[in-house]
């Protein structure tokens, strides 16, 4: 079956901007991260899904960062009046329930480039 | 503040030898140990995992192995091979589970 697909792959914007990432996770998981990706670092959570609900948003920077998944599948990373400091890769990764044995799949990830 | 550190960027093997990859962790509460590789322009993949209730785990030519006392886990590769060459990721969890934390990556390289 199909993996994590992640929309775009690229996204140059503008400092002050808003944008939007996409992920769609692997058909019937439950569970959906967001991490980030920064220049010469490991991925940094950012937020998990259980279903619709943010069961966990305390890694997201600042209010400027949101993120919904409204029917429980695809999910959509917000981010107003981006700033330089935005720019890094926006991973997104799905588990069949989110338990800690479960796997989590990664997506190829959004490279978001703030100017 | 980095909670998994890996601290060697980057390692270079002979194909056929043996690649170890270190990861230390200062947060006591970790108690599930992953390993994930990425290649350019993917996402990182699954690799291995250990829990810490065992001190090994064994895989094909992947073990990792984790010594719980001195916060110190190790990802054995063997026998090398060319398309082993990635930057590899140490992982943690806590027992609240779900969030992983991440160290910044060794980058293998693994010559014919």
């Known amino acids: 079956g199909a993996g994590v697909s992640q929309t775009p792959s690229n996204k140059v914007t503008e400092k002050g901007k808003y944008v939007e990432l996409r992920c769609d996770p692997i058909s019937g998981h439950t569970a959906l991260y967001w991490y980030r990706q920064s220049l010469g670092q490991g991925p940094e959570f950012l937020i998990y899904f259980q279903g619709t609900g943010a069961a966990d948003d305390s890694g997201l920077p600042n209010d400027r960062f949101f993120a919904v998944r409204p029917e429980g599948s695809v999910s959509t990373l917000k981010i107003q009046r981006t700033e330089r400091g935005d720019s890094a890769v926006y991973l997104c990764?799905?588990?069949?329930?989110?338990?800690?044995?479960?796997?989590?799949?990664f997506g190829p990830g959004t490279r978001l480039t703030v100017l | 503040d980095q909670q998994v550190k890996q601290n060697s960027p980057s390692l270079s093997v002979q194909e056929g030898r043996i690649s170890i990859l270190n990861c230390d962790y200062t947060n006591s509460m970790f108690d599930y140990f992953l390993w994930y590789k990425k290649y350019p322009a993917e996402g990182p993949t699954f690799l291995i995992s250990?829990?810490?209730?065992?001190d090994k785990n064994e895989d094909g030519r992947f073990t990792v192995f984790l010594n719980k006392s001195a916060k110190h886990l190790s990802l054995h590769i063997v026998p090398s091979q060319p398309g082993d060459s990635a930057v590899y990721f140490c992982?943690?969890?806590?027992?609240?589970?779900?969030?992983?934390?991440f160290g910044k990556g060794t980058s293998l390289l693994v010559t014919p």
């Open positions: 990764a799905s588990s069949r329930a989110g338990g800690r044995g479960d796997t989590q799949y």
């Open positions: 250990i829990s810490s209730i065992k």
């Open positions: 992982a943690a969890s806590a027992e609240s589970g779900y969030a992983l934390n």
